[in-house]
């Protein structure tokens, strides 16, 4: 499977360095993901905080996978890319 294929959904806030650079990330890579601000909706925040167990972004979920916080080896992985 690709990573065209997976869904990639990142909980961010606008302030966040390291949201930034998993939205970089996907970018340059041609991955498709959602945004989520969870300093704008609260339930999203609601959801990701029973997802993760964390208040801290970003929170990233490659298919069902959980991500906490910007950890690039671990996205290439569950992405597949090199």
């Known amino acids: 499977m690709?990573?065209?294929?997976?869904?990639?959904?990142?909980?961010?806030t606008p302030y966040c360095t390291y949201c930034k650079l998993a939205k970089n990330f996907f970018t340059k890579n041609s991955v498709a993901f959602t945004e989520v601000d969870v300093s704008e909706d609260e339930k999203e925040l609601n959801s990701m905080v029973k997802k993760s167990g964390q208040?801290?972004?970003?929170?990233?979920?490659i298919d069902d996978k959980v991500i906490v916080g910007y950890n690039e080896a671990k996205i290439k992985k569950l992405l597949g890319l090199k």
Request: proline share 6%.
């Open 2 to 12: 690709s990573c065209m294929a997976k869904k990639v959904k990142i909980y961010s």
């Open 55 to 61: 208040m801290g972004v970003p929170v990233i979920e």
